[in-house]
């Protein structure tokens, strides 16, 4: 059975909803909790692209029985009074882009919702809620810079299998990647510059991404080239000479090649080489989480302390800041034109 709006009327007035998506989050830094989170993140065959029965077997048998508990910790030690850093900048980007596109659109015109790809808020309930108030043209926006299958396309998948349920599907567009477009790194050249003021500027700066399977790019996936290219834009908008800066990819999961340079090795190589201080920034991450806040600014400024660094400094992500908001709404507005009637 097909469902509908529930309180459908034929007269209704045509609405635009802007569903704003990220990776999501677990509902608590518990064991049981990130159990339920990482078996539905691990088994999208998006993320892990090996035969079902044999990742079956290693995801119940194994992973699910360690990681839980390892991932908790990690959690607990980012964790906040108002939730996970990625769901509260997530919803202060939601209120921010609601409040900019009302002023200038009008806010009976266009919703934007928050939905995450693995927990809550489902992508599912985002959809619904947009569907409640009364939006049959649907904008989808990963906030996802750089396209890959294991993120965008994931994204697709879990809004057109929501579709499948419903009586009337909305119009649809959705962005798939702004790794290059001006407002954004404009945000991101503003931010750097906003550190070097307060801080001082390092002898090199670091772009961390993270990272996908070698294999993958092998297979055709642009990740890595969108990276590049973002990494190069904001090297000119800061001024940057060859050397002052580089691209490297972070968080590996399993025993298989990965695309390179690593982060935590790229680290411990400039300490030893004498490099003594480095800033970090991740254009890839739209909002602070565990992969900035625990592997970025501890685990591997560890790295680099203990291999000889004298200073490191974690650039935060753009996260709610007004110049992120007035860039995502820049990249909002041109597909928000030309719905028709």
């Not at 691990?42 to 119940?60: A, M, Y």
């Not at 080239?225 to 972070?250: D, H, I, N, P, Y």
Request: with cysteine; net charge neutral; aromatic share 10%.
């Amino acid at each position: 059975m097909f469902t509908v709006k529930s309180s459908f009327e034929h007269e209704d007035q045509c609405r635009t909803g802007i569903l704003l998506t990220n990776l999501g989050t677990p509902d608590a830094p518990t064991p049981k909790a990130l159990k339920r989170y990482l078996k539905e993140f691990l088994w999208d065959p998006r993320v892990v692209e090996e035969p079902r029965w044999k990742w079956w077997l290693i995801l119940n048998a194994v992973i699910l029985n360690i990681r839980p508990s390892r991932s908790a910790k990690s959690y607990q030690s980012v964790w906040t009074d108002k939730g996970s850093p990625l769901m509260v900048h997530s919803l202060d980007q939601q209120a921010g882009l609601q409040k900019l596109l009302g002023e200038s659109v009008g806010s009976e015109h266009v919703h934007v919702e928050l939905a995450m790809r693995y927990g809550n808020p489902s992508i599912a309930a985002g959809l619904q809620a947009l569907r409640e108030k009364g939006c049959s043209r649907v904008l989808v926006f990963p906030l996802y810079p750089q396209y890959s299958a294991s993120t965008t396309a994931s994204t697709f998948d879990a809004v057109a299998d929501e579709f499948k349920q419903w009586r009337r599907v909305p119009e649809l567009r959705m962005i798939s990647s702004y790794h290059d477009h001006p407002a954004y790194i404009d945000a991101l050249a503003t931010s750097v510059r906003k550190h070097w003021e307060t801080h001082g500027r390092a002898d090199r700066l670091l772009m961390s991404f993270h990272g996908i399977p070698q294999r993958y790019f092998d297979n055709g996936d642009p990740y890595p080239c969108m990276c590049s290219k973002t990494g190069r834009l904001l090297a000119e908008a800061l001024e940057l000479k060859e050397g002052e800066w580089f691209v490297a990819f972070q968080s590996r999961f399993g025993r298989e090649k990965w695309i390179t340079p690593y982060t935590d090795e790229t680290l411990k190589t400039w300490a030893a080489e004498g490099i003594g201080r480095v800033d970090v920034i991740c254009p890839g991450f739209s909002a602070d989480c565990l992969e900035t806040i625990e592997e970025i600014s501890v685990e591997n400024r560890d790295y680099f302390m203990e291999a000889g660094g004298k200073s490191f400094h974690y650039i935060p992500a753009l996260n709610s800041d007004v110049t992120h908001i007035k860039a995502l709404a820049d990249i909002l507005k041109p597909h928000l034109e030309g719905w028709g009637k």
